[in-house]
Every structure is written in structure tokens, then in C-alpha cells.
């Protein structure tokens, strides 16, 4: 089993819809949780932490955790095709506090 | 500032050979990390420096070598490159000493794209 586990996709999402983006995790211990995009050969970069159970909105962004079913996900309001990238879910082991990343969803917003 | 900078961005190798790649950072980040990423799985880390003059293992370490230069530079050393090798590579830094309660958020540089023939 694999401790970070994404849908590959591709998903295909229509512009100006919601995206949603899940990610299930091994280590019932883990306490930080981050999503990464990462545009085609490009490097990854941060579009959100969260911590804590419940929801984190950051503009059309918003994380939701729930700890005891152990998954993150992450919507995308009003989806641009700007938003097109993949995305990637890295959960910090509790063992060693190193990121664990999983392999990333493919998301396609179509115009 | 230019963050997190890898050279090169681009390298041909045959098996055996060996290389080095370069990561300099200039965000005065206590910790760096050496990832690589292949075809449909996760980046993985190779190694990782919690801070100058310390290295550690990380998931995949067979096959490299790492040297914390400075605080800022952390390379990465192939001594006899395989097939297997064949990945992008991935420099991050981060602010956060890795080992203590918290990750930061890593940055990452532009990546070194690496084919072994």
C-alpha cells in the first residue's frame, strides 16, 4: 500500500466549475499536510498547507483534512484554464517528519 | 533573489560515467533536500541536510552521494551512473530544521533532467 495515495486522472473539469482533488494517507500520526502544482516541466510549487481538521480557504483555493478518515482534498472554485497543471498531496511522516509525496493528480480545465 | 538555482538543466550520460549536480539556494534556509521524480510516481528523496556539515538518507540513497558545501550549496554526486538513473532531479530548501516537529513549506529549484544511456 502506498502511504500517499492520489487518483492519477486525467480530470477533466469545465471552466468555471468546481475542481476536486483527494489524497488518502497511511500514517495516522502525520500533522502537516501540503498541495504542491506543478505545471509540465516545471518544478512544484506550494499552494497550500493545513494542519488542522476541517477547512483552510485561501481564494478560490480551499484544503479540507480529516484526520480520523486520514484524507486531504483540495477544491478549486471557479476553475480557469490556468489551473490546468497537475497536482501533488505531501503528507510529513510523524517517524521522521519528512514529506511523503504522492504522484500527483493530472487536472484539465477545459474552456 | 534567485531562490533555489540548479545547474545543469539538462545532461546526457553513459553508464559509468559520473556527474555532479549543483543546488545553491540564497533564502538562508537551514535545510535542503535532494528529490527525484520519474513517470507516474512521487517525488522521492535521496538525501537531506538539516543543516550545514550534516547529511542524511533519505528514501532512495543507493547510487549518490551529497555534500552540504556551505549553508547555501548542497550538490549531488552519480559515481558510476545506470539506466536506472534516468529522472528529474529536484533541489528544495527549506527554512525549517527537517527532524524537528514541523515541515516547512519547501521551494523548489528549476530541476536537472538527466538521461543515462
Known amino acids: 500500500q502506498k502511504e500517499v495515495e492520489q487518483n492519477s486522472g486525467p480530470l477533466s473539469v469545465p471552466e468555471g466549475a468546481i475542481a476536486s482533488l483527494n489524497c488518502t494517507y497511511s500514517d495516522r500520526g502525520s500533522q502537516s499536510f501540503f498541495w504542491y502544482r506543478q505545471y509540465s516541466g516545471k518544478s512544484p510549487e506550494l499552494i497550500m498547507s493545513i494542519y488542522s481538521n476541517g477547512d483552510k480557504e485561501d481564494g478560490r483555493f480551499t484544503a479540507q483534512l480529516n484526520k480520523a478518515s486520514q484524507y486531504v482534498s483540495l477544491l478549486i472554485r471557479d476553475s480557469q484554464p490556468s489551473d490546468s497543471a497537475t497536482y501533488l498531496c505531501?503528507?510529513?511522516?510523524?517517524?521522521?517528519?519528512?514529506?511523503?509525496w504522492g504522484a500527483g493528480t493530472k487536472l484539465i480545465i477545459k474552456p | 533573489n534567485a531562490g533555489v538555482t540548479q545547474t545543469p538543466k539538462f545532461q546526457v550520460l553513459k553508464t559509468g560515467q559520473s556527474m555532479t549536480l549543483q543546488c545553491a539556494q540564497d533564502m538562508n534556509h537551514n535545510s535542503m533536500y535532494w528529490y527525484r521524480q520519474d513517470p507516474g510516481m512521487g517525488l522521492r528523496l535521496i538525501y537531506y541536510s538539516a543543516s550545514e556539515g550534516t547529511t542524511d538518507k533519505g528514501e532512495v540513497p543507493n547510487g549518490y552521494n551529497v555534500s552540504r558545501l556551505n549553508k547555501r550549496e548542497f550538490s549531488l554526486r552519480l559515481e558510476s551512473a545506470a539506466p536506472s538513473q534516468t529522472s528529474v532531479y529536484f533541489c528544495?530548501?527549506?527554512?525549517?530544521?527537517?527532524?524537528?516537529?514541523?515541515?516547512?513549506?519547501?521551494?523548489f529549484g528549476p530541476g536537472t533532467r538527466l538521461l543515462v544511456l
Open positions: 528544495a530548501s527549506s527554512e525549517e530544521v527537517a527532524g524537528l516537529a514541523g515541515t516547512e513549506t519547501q521551494y
Open positions: 505531501a503528507v510529513e511522516m510523524r517517524s521522521n517528519y519528512q514529506l511523503i
